[in-house]
C-alpha cells in the first residue's frame, strides 16, 4: 500500500490523519546524491531537516508530506561547497512549498479560470490556494514555441485604452493568438516579421504604420485590409457624415410611417418632461448651439480641427462632427427599456378595468417583484389617464383635458421617427437579409 503512495524517488515511513488532511511520513530511496556543483558522488551524510511541501490530494483530502531530507558532505576538496542537499528533482524544487505535480495541477486551473475562479475550484478540489499563487504559477508557465503562421493577422489592442497600445499578432488559420507586441510602431512589427520569416498573407487596418512594418519586415507577403475593419471605416465615415445631413433627412416628403406595435410589453415613447426639465434641456441646447456656431466659425476662419479642439476645449470628434454638418446637429429622442416594462400589460389590463389609482397599481406591482418607486407608476399613469385625477386644482383640470385630448390623438394616428444617425450608420453596414422590414424601407428612403 504505501508503494502505491510513495512519491516519485521517495518512499513512505508513515501514514497519518486528523480527519481533515493526509499526512505522509517520507523520504528519499536513495544511498547517495551528486553535488550539483561539482558532480561528485558523495555517501557521507552530514545532517539531517525536514520539509513540509503540499502533494496532490488523496480521497478528497489535502495531502501534506514530511519529507525528511539529508546533507551530505561533498568529497571533492576543491569544491567551493562543503556541504550540500541531496536534491529531488523528480518530486519538488529547491525551496518549494508544493511538490511539482500539485503546482502543475494548480496552474491548469489557473490558466483556465483565472486567478480567483481558479482558487476557489482548487479549494473544492482538495488543492486549497490563494488566488495570488495560482496567478504566480501561470505566469511561471513557458509557452510552446508556435510556427510561423501562413496567414497572419495584425491590429491594436489596449493596455490602456486611450492611453497605451500594443499589438496582437494572430494566426488566422489556427485561430490562435501567436504573440503580442508591447507598441504598434512598424520597427516592431518589422523586427517580429523579420525574426519570423515564413508569413505570406498578412492582414491588417489601414494605419500606415502596420503598412510601413509589414513592407519592411516581409515584403513578399501579400496585405490585405480585412474586411471588419473596412466595414468600421464605413460606418464612422457614415457616423461622421449623417449628422450632418439629418435636419434635411427629417424634412424628407413622405417619411415612410412606423406602425405602433400592438405588443405593450414595453413602452414606446419617453416620459413627457416636467417644466423644470423642459428649461433645463433648452438651456443645454442653447450652449450647444453656441459651441456649434464657434466651431462653424473658427473652421470658417481656417483653423485645423486640432486647434479648434484645444481653443473650445472640445474632444475632437465633437469638433469634425460640428464642422461637418450642414445644420445644427440636434439630439435625437431615445426611449430604453425601463424596468416597468415587465409590468405594463398588468398595468394595462388594470387601467382598462377602471383602475387609476397609481399608488395602489404600484403597490401591487410591487407584490409581484417590481424593485422601481412610485414615482414612475405615477408618470405612466399621467399618460394613460384620461380624465384628472381628484387632486388635481379647479384651474388646472380643463388643461389637463386638454392636454390629454392632443395626447390622444398623437398616440391614435401613425408615427415617421427616424433612427438616430448613429442608428442609421449601423444599419447602413448590415446585410440587407437580416434587416427587419421597417428598417429596409427607412434605409430605401433616406437613399
Not at 166 to 194: A, K
Not at 230 to 244: D, H, I, K, S
Not at 398 to 421: D, I, M, W, Y
Request: charged share 25%; net charge positive; with cysteine.
Amino acid at each position: 500500500m504505501h508503494s502505491l503512495l510513495s512519491p516519485p524517488g521517495c518512499v513512505v515511513d508513515h501514514i497519518g490523519s486528523d480527519g481533515q488532511k493526509l499526512t505522509l511520513s517520507v523520504r528519499s530511496n536513495s544511498q547517495n546524491a551528486f553535488c550539483p556543483s561539482c558532480q561528485e558522488l558523495s555517501h557521507r551524510v552530514h545532517s539531517f531537516y525536514t520539509r513540509a511541501p503540499a502533494d496532490l490530494p488523496l480521497g478528497g483530502q489535502p495531502v501534506q508530506l514530511y519529507l525528511l531530507v539529508r546533507r551530505f558532505y561533498c568529497c571533492n576538496a576543491h569544491c567551493e561547497k562543503q556541504t550540500f542537499t541531496e536534491p529531488l528533482p523528480d518530486l519538488l524544487a529547491f525551496r518549494a512549498r508544493r511538490t511539482d505535480r500539485l503546482a502543475a495541477a494548480q496552474r491548469s486551473v489557473g490558466v483556465a479560470l483565472g486567478g480567483e475562479a481558479g482558487a476557489r475550484l482548487s479549494a473544492r478540489l482538495a488543492m486549497p490556494t490563494s488566488p495570488d499563487t495560482t496567478l504566480r504559477l501561470v505566469r511561471k508557465t513557458q509557452p510552446a514555441a508556435a510556427a510561423t503562421p501562413r496567414v497572419l493577422g495584425v491590429d491594436d489592442w489596449a493596455v490602456r485604452k486611450g492611453r497605451s497600445y500594443g499589438t496582437i499578432l494572430v494566426d488566422l488559420e489556427q485561430h490562435q493568438v501567436v504573440d503580442l507586441l508591447p507598441d504598434r510602431t512598424s520597427e516592431t512589427l518589422s523586427t517580429w516579421l523579420r525574426e519570423h520569416p515564413g508569413v505570406e498573407i498578412l492582414t491588417r487596418d489601414r494605419s500606415t504604420e502596420y503598412a510601413k512594418g509589414a513592407s519592411e519586415g516581409t515584403p513578399t507577403a501579400q496585405q490585405v485590409a480585412d474586411r471588419w475593419h473596412l466595414l468600421l471605416n464605413v460606418r464612422q465615415m457614415l457616423e461622421r457624415y449623417l449628422p450632418g445631413v439629418y435636419g434635411r433627412l427629417k424634412q424628407l416628403p413622405n417619411a415612410p410611417a412606423v406602425a405602433l406595435e400592438s405588443d405593450v410589453s414595453r413602452r414606446m415613447s419617453a416620459y413627457r418632461r416636467t417644466k423644470a426639465e423642459v428649461v433645463a434641456s433648452q438651456e443645454s441646447r442653447e450652449e450647444r448651439l453656441a459651441r456649434y456656431e464657434e466651431v462653424k466659425r473658427y473652421y470658417q476662419e481656417g483653423k485645423s480641427l486640432s486647434a479648434i479642439s484645444q481653443e473650445l476645449a472640445l474632444n475632437i470628434k465633437t469638433v469634425r462632427r460640428y464642422a461637418s454638418a450642414h445644420t445644427f446637429p440636434e439630439r435625437s429622442k431615445r426611449t430604453g427599456p425601463s424596468i416597468l416594462d415587465p409590468y405594463l400589460v398588468y398595468l394595462k389590463t388594470r387601467h382598462q378595468e377602471g383602475c387609476e389609482n397609481a399608488s395602489q397599481l404600484w403597490r401591487e406591482i410591487q407584490q409581484e417583484g417590481f424593485p422601481g418607486s412610485k414615482r414612475q407608476v405615477l408618470k405612466w399613469m399621467r399618460e394613460q389617464r384620461l380624465t384628472p385625477a381628484p387632486t388635481t386644482p379647479g384651474r388646472y383640470v380643463e388643461g389637463v383635458r386638454e392636454e390629454k385630448r392632443t395626447a390622444v390623438r398623437k398616440n391614435t394616428g401613425s408615427t415617421t421617427r427616424l433612427p438616430s444617425a448613429k442608428q442609421l450608420a449601423w444599419l447602413f453596414v448590415q446585410e440587407p437579409s437580416t434587416l427587419q422590414k421597417v428598417d429596409a424601407e427607412t434605409l430605401s428612403h433616406v437613399r
